[in-house]
Each structure stands twice: as C-alpha cells, then as structure tokens.
C-alpha cells in the first residue's frame, strides 16, 4: 500500500461543520472531535483502499489516545469520510494544535498505516501520496461541551463558602463550566517571582503522584523568592500554601479530616523551599522532633535527572521509577529528556538512629518493629498537570484525568476539595470538631483566628498607630523626619486609602511643593548651583551626584553617573525578557495610576509595563511607524512649513498647545494612513493635560474617590482609546487574531486591545508628550526674558534654520522630556494582585537620564549651563532616547525609543521652518514667560503673536 507524505502547507481546523454530515453530537459533558478526509480530486484508487468503509483514523492528543470505533466512520458522497472522537476530555478549542492523526487501512486483517498527519496552525492544507494516486483535504471540527451537560455530569459539584468540592477534571480551567471559578490557582510569572530566571520553574498546578495521603495538588501561585541567582548562597522560595485554591485533598473521610486540620493554620502561613542548587532543595517541616514520627532532617526535594541517584542519594530519587501510566512504551528517562522540569522527587525519610532508641512497641507489629520505624519510607513524584498557560501537560494530565476516575469510570470524575475562601475564622468554623479536637489536644499550638479583634481597644482608634510611629520613631533630635527607620514605620501606617507610601509621595511632592529641581532634590543643596556635581582635584572626576539611595521612596536606588545609566541600559532588556526584573504602569520616576486604563488592558497602563511577550507584539508596529527616513522629514518639512504658516496661524501661536496638536496630528496618520482622525484636536490637548496631571496625583487618593471626582476625563480618555480601537480592527484586526489564536497578548482581552493601549500610549505620553514639550522647551530659549537665570542660557540666541540639529538636541539634553528609565529588582505586591500596591514589597531601581545628561564626566564642566554643542557629541553622550537599551539576542525587548527618528526630524522640521522674527511674545514685544524651573515641565505655556507690521 503507498504510504502519504505531509504536504508542507500545515492543516486546517476549522470551526463550523466540515465536508458532508456530522456523526458528532452535541451537548455532552466534554469536547468531541470530528474529522474530515475528502478526496476531492479525480484520481484513480488503484487498490481500491478509499471507495470503500475499511478505513480507519487513531487520534492522539496530549497522550489521550483515541481510535474509530467503525472503520470508515461515516461515509459521504465523493469519497468523504467523516471520523468522530468522543469525549476527548484533553481537548479544548485552543488546544487542539498538535493533535496528531493516523490513517489506517485494514488489509488483508492487518493495519496497512497510510499516513500520519499533525495539525499545526490554522491554514488550509492537504495530504499526497508519494504515488500520486490520490490527494486528500483534511479538515478538524471540535465541537464543543455543554456546559449544562458538564454540570449534570458532576452534580456534586458545590460551592460552600470556604470550601469547594468539584470534579478532578475542573483542575483544567477550560473544563469549568460557565459561571464557575476555578478552584485552583494556576501559578504565572504574573502572579508569582521568577523563579525560572534562577532555573527553578514551578509555574502551572502540580500533583503529588503516588502520595500515599489523601493529598493531591499544590500550587506555587504568589511565590516570592529571597534572590534570583545562587551568587549569594541558597535561594529560599516562600510560597503561600495555606491560601485559597492553593492546596486539594480527596472528598474521603481522611482527606475531609485533613482539610478541617489544616485549618487551624493560618491562610498566611508560608511554606519554605530552600535550594541548594537548581535540583536540590528541602522543604521545612516540624516533623523532625515529633515522637514517633521522627523523619531524618527537612523533607528532601529532589529534581529528577539521569544521574540524581548518584549525585543525591537513591533513597531520595530514583531516575528509573517515574514513568507515566498514560504514556505506554515511554520510559522514565525518556520523560526526563523530554520534560526536564515537570518531574521532582519528594521523598519522606524516617531517622533511624532515633528510632532505634524507641521503646515503645508498635501496636500494629511489635515484635518485628521493635527498634525501626513504624512507617515506610515513602516517595512521591511532583508532577505538572498543567501549565503555565492553562493548558494541560502533553503527557501528565492524562495521567491524572485516569488516576482520578470516578465509580462510573469517567476520567477526571472523583471529587476534590480546596479552600475558596482566606477568611481563618470561617475556616475554623467550617472544620468543626476537628478544629475543636486540636485545640483541646493543644495540638495546634496557639490558635486564635480573632486575635486582632481582641487587641486593646484603644490600639484601634484611627490614627493610633500613626501616632506611635510618629512620637516614637520620628520626632528624635536631632534626626526629626530624617531616618529610615521613620520613613520605613510611616510607609507601613500613614495609609489613608492612597496608592503609594509617604516616604515616596513625601519625596516626589518636592519638587511641585517645596520649588526644588532635579539636582537639588537628587544630589543634595550644596552642588545644586553646579548641576549636583563637584570636581575632585584627586582623582581628576566630577563627583556628589552618582547614586541616591532610598530616593525617591525607602527602597529605590537613583543613578545618575552617565557610564554607570549606560551600562545598566544595556543590562536591563535581557533581564526584563527572562522574568529576572518587573516593570509597572511608570512614566520615569511616576507610578502612574492604573484606574485610568480599561480592563482590558492586563497589566493596566502604558506599554513600558507590559509583559515581554506583549510587547514583542506591539513593539515591531511602533518600528515601523516612527522610524523616519528622508521622504518622512521631507513630508515634515513641508508640514511644519503650512502648520506656522500665516494662513495657519495668522495671527498667534499657542507653545505648547499648537505644538501638541502638531505632533498629534503627524503621528496619528503614520499609525492610520489615510484615516479620518476621530478625535478632536482641542479636545486632545485638554484631555492630554489633565490625564498627566491626574495620573499622578491621584495616586494620593482611594480609587472609588478618583473615579467620583474625575469620572469625567477618565471617560474621555477611555472614549478615545475605544475610537483607537474601532481603527485598530480595521486596519490591523486580521494580523492581531493570528497573534490571539497563540495568546501572545494573554491576559490581555486581544492584541488589538494591547495594540490600541500601546498607540494612546504613544499618542497620550510617549512621543506625543515628550517631543512637543522639547519643541516647547526650545521655542522658551529662543523668546523667554532669560537675564534672571545669569549665564544658564544664551542670550538672543538665533536658530541655525539649516542645520537646526544640535539646538533641538540640547533642549532635550537641558530639559529632559523623559527624566527616568525605572524597574523593579524585586517586584511590588502589584505584580501578583491587582488589588494591591504599587509599590509595597518591591526593590526599585531608576536610570536617571534626566541627570545623567548633564554628568560633567562626559559633558564637560558647564553640563549644567544650555550650550549648543556639536552634534557628533549628541550622538556619542546623549542617553535620552535610551539608546543603549537594546540587545541583539533579544530584538523585540528593545527598550530604545521606537521614534527616534522620527522625534529628532520633528524637531528638525520645527524649527528649520521657523520663522524667528515673524514672531514675537504676546505681551507687546516685551520678552513673557521668563520663569524657568528645573524640573518638568521646565517652563510655562505662553503664546506668540505676530508683530503689527506683519499683520
């Protein structure tokens, strides 16, 4: 029989119904399959192996192995046979790429295989013999479960508050029925550290296989980790597993007991992982000095390997021993080579020095064990089930789904139970007497879930904690105000519903409050006249201003050194793509507000804070749309030559509002070529405004009071990102469902939604706010009354119109459009809660560019003076557009400005175009808007107006 090849285009799976007929029915409990083979085309059938009911299709997905049970399935006009796979409970809509198909035929009562075919991908494709006697059209349908059918399978599914017992299946939380939460949480790098950045992965849901106590499935979700590498010894990995959704046991009369036990705990209580190494650890336990039970150290945890007997001992981990049951003819060593990290050992070791001092006869056998332990030593295998994604293993899951069969056989049917709720009274409440048992025994310890109700009353006055904070830890000559210990006791109780502590508000408030600039407030009074720095005859180096720790915030690390914010540049774009740092919703040295953004948006803000792989999908886009060449600063040229002209603005200009609208207008249309803009200039400009101002300091207030005061321009800004959105379906809807169909924007609502967010993002805050401000900054040091600032800025200064270059260039280097480049070394509460701060519990660290572009080290001693210089310098020293944070083994992470060119010709185009005598201030001649302050935004708006004798 001629065998088939596969054909290079990949095949089809389609959503409706494929070919003639459907032998698959709806409304059952788990997805079915359906498969199409059509051969469409007129060839002869030599053999006559098709034009007839004798072929026949295995399917196997993630290990769920299923075969026809009629040879031919059903049979159709034009040779179209229709397959039906029953029950596949592995499949999900986004889980059927990989499935793989083998077609058979019975010849002459044995199976004749004709080919074997994957699916990969969504495109259309099909199947040749090598003979050419036949090509076939291939086609998948999954039809999917009933959700009702679903329930009725598992009626014993229940919801009661605090716990929840459900199906072993419902693990999967694409088996949940609508309306159902799934009850276990699966760990991600979005709710827990990277811990595979120091190559220990415990991301997804794991099973505690071959665990001879009622116990079955654990989760790492909200694991934080005390480092990210073995550099500095071993890594301790604190995981709250007394949380809800954390930890399941069976539904039998042990695992019941052991849940109401457990209770007693606290849901805060955290269970330490200690490594050694990327394959060994230890889990602490209390069991060590416990009579009679006596186990030999902490629980040992070993990572299976070919060689982990050798290197940890076979009592801990046997490389042999570790096949799965739902994988016939595969080995354990096989499963180690292709699974490397889904395996670890977990073994339970009694000491038997210890007991062989015991005198006490086992009631069970007490003459054979007298002297040995009265347990086996036993070993468990933590296997992953499911991912990180939420889809299941290729080859675990299907083991679990046959471990957990229920009375009727249906795989995935027995029931579990877990806590859904975090509440520790109501836990205690629900455990009954077992809870009430432990407590008399003393068991366990002291247990009293109220206990910060009973605390003095006069500890819950409002205030009172503020107060001892204050009186105790702040007012202390002559340090008033001053310690760390008094900021670090006022971040934890001057909370009155805002979003960041008061060491980092305190900080940040200086600068509008107080009238202090950047060198001031970084680098201290005393060099603040000289840009922070001083020069030490010594060693020949400016110095005073290279690092600022605890600023702004206890806990974030300041650099200003020029050498040092380079080389960190470069650092950072590796270790934000393997998970080794965090960034947020920051616009530099800001924490933004996140109730601003629509929902949709997960993580909630700009682009700057978006997962690595949602910004490699965003990030070509911005490439291709603000890199500007020679026909782009031709086309800006032109522009800013009408948008100055006086037929544009016959008779003022608004700086900066004119400007703003400007580069609105010219970045909306590389974005959308040819599109009518939908948003209103003016209104753009307003709204523009407020959000910068408002996504700041409302960071001082509740959000339910943010949302009450300021529902009217968060409605605004929201109108305009769906407007972005509607265009986004339009022109590049097609390209983000691809992206959607691999969840590359997860959990994201779609890539067009993280599409728009990154387009307002530019349009709102990125270029659109930082090039017409250097625009803005520039046109001040051109018509600003500068005498009350001495020597800072040059006097009647006249913009060379043919090489307007280097003046737009020191204006971005005098006042900085973009101040910091920020992340996090060690992520805050936010990261794993939505809920939570945006700053507590994290280590921050910030590239000060702003600063670091006026390092006397590399600009020279007047840095700190507005000096045009050439423009080879610029290109060598300027740091700005944070040029050096790229790499070449990560291209999509590139953190360097997607518009530098294009912001650069903007510029370029601005004031090459300018006319500076057609303008004047508005105030008669009389040179306005003198004031000028060192931090953002630098200057005030004013307005030109043309002089009479050009009116």
Known sequence: MATMMRAL??????????????????????????????????????????????????????????????????????????????????????????????????????????????????????????????????????????????????????????????????????????????????????????????????????????????????????????????????????????????????????????????????????????????????????????????????????????????????????????????????????????????????????????????????????????????????????????????????????????????????????????????????????????????????????????????????????????????????????????????????????????????????????????????????????????????????????????????????????????????????????RFAEGEIWRGNELGFIISNEVFWPEELQPRGVLLGASPSQHGVVRPYLDEWFTCDAACAAGLTESARQWQSEGARPEKMAIQADVKKWVFVENFKRVFPGAQNPIDLDEFVENQGSMTTLSTITQLLPDRVTTALFGGKIGVFRANYEKVLNLVQVYYGAEMAEKDAVKACAPSKSCAHQLAGGIVDALYFAGGLSVPSAISTGMWVLYADTSAHGTTFPAGYRVNKYDPVPFYYESMRFFAPVVGLPWWEQAPARKFDEAASQYDGGVRRVLNMALANKDPNVWGGDAHKFRVRPEAEYHEYFVGFAEHAVDADYPMQSRKCPGKTLAVAMGAAWFGELEQMAWVPADGGKKAASKYEEKVPFVEEFTLTRPAWRR
């Not at 005390?226 to 069976?250: C, E, H, K, Y």
């Open 9 to 574: 285009a990949p095949l089809c799976l389609v959503a409706g119904a494929a070919g003639a007929g459907s032998p698959c029915p709806t409304g059952r409990a788990y997805p079915s399959v359906e498969v199409h083979l059509n051969r469409a085309y007129g060839y002869e059938d030599a053999d006559g192996w098709w034009n007839n009911p004798d072929p026949y299709v295995d399917a196997v997905l993630n290990s769920e192995a299923r075969r026809t049970a009629v040879h031919g399935g059903t049979m159709h006009a034009a040779f179209d046979h229709v397959f039906c796979f029953q029950g596949m409970v592995s499949v999900q809509a986004y889980q059927v790429d990989g499935m793989t198909f083998t077609l058979l035929d019975e010849d002459h009562g044995k199976d004749d295989h004709l080919g074997t075919f994957r699916l990969a991908g969504a495109a259309t494709g099909d199947l040749t013999l090598r003979d050419g006697s036949a090509r076939l059209d291939v086609s998948v349908r999954v039809v999917p479960a009933s959700d009702a059918a679903a329930v009725a399978l598992h009626p014993d599914y229940e919801e009661a508050d605090p716990v929840v017992y459900y199906p072993a299946s419902y693990v999967l939380g694409a088996n949940v029925p609508a309306g159902k939460t799934p009850p276990m949480a699966v760990g991600s790098s979005a709710n827990m550290d990277n811990a595979k950045a120091a190559g220990l992965d415990f991301e997804g849901i794991w099973w505690m296989s071959d665990n001879p106590v009622a116990e079955e499935l654990v989760s790492f979700a909200g694991a934080r980790m005390n480092a990210t590498s073995f550099a500095q010894g071993p890594i301790d990995l604190a995981v709250p597993m007394a949380r809800a959704g954390m930890w399941s046991w069976l539904t039998d009369t042990v695992g019941d007991i052991l849940r109401r036990y457990y209770s007693t705990g606290s849901p805060d209580d955290l269970k330490h992982f200690t490594f050694e190494s990327t394959e060994r650890g230890s889990i602490s336990t209390g069991l060590t000095n416990v009579p009679l039970v006596w186990v030999k150290d902490n629980f040992p945890f070993v990572k299976y390997s070919h060689d982990c007997d050798e290197k940890y001992g076979s009592e801990y981990c046997n490389p042999t021993k570790c096949a799965s049951t739902s994988a016939p003819g595969t080995t354990c060593a096989d499963l180690i080579d292709q699974y490397p990290d889904d395996m670890w050992s977990r073994p339970t070791v009694f000491d038997k020095e210890r007991w062989a001092a015991n005198k006490v006869p086992c009631p069970w056998a007490p003459i054979s064990n007298w002297g040995r332990p009265w347990w086996p030593d036993t070993t468990y295998t933590l296997k992953r089930i499911v991912m990180a994604d939420g889809s299941p293993h290729p080859v675990f899951w299907n083991e679990w789904l046959e471990h957990t069969k229920d009375k009727n056989g249906a795989p995935g049917g027995k029931m579990l139970q877990s806590y859904m709720s975090n509440d520790w009274c109501e836990r205690m409440d629900a455990a009954g007497w077992v809870s009430s048992l432990v407590d008399a025994l003393g068991m366990g310890g002291d247990v009293d879930c109220t206990a910060q109700e009973e605390a003095p009353w006069w500890t819950r006055i409002p205030g009172y904690a503020l107060t001892e904070c204050v009186t105790g830890e702040c007012l202390t000559w002559p340090n008033v105000f001053s310690t760390g210990e008094c900021w670090q006791c006022l971040d934890k109780t001057a909370n009155f519903g805002q979003q960041l502590p008061a060491s980092y508000m305190t900080d940040m408030l200086q600068f509008p409050v107080t009238g202090k600039g950047y060198a001031e407030g970084w680098c201290g009074a005393e060099d603040a006249a000289t840009g922070g720095w001083h020069f030490n005859a010594t060693t020949g180096a400016y110095e005073g201003c290279a690092t600022t720790e605890d600023f702004p915030g206890m806990g974030s690390t300041s650099v200003q050194l020029w050498a040092t914010v380079k080389a960190k540049m470069q650092e950072m774009v590796g």
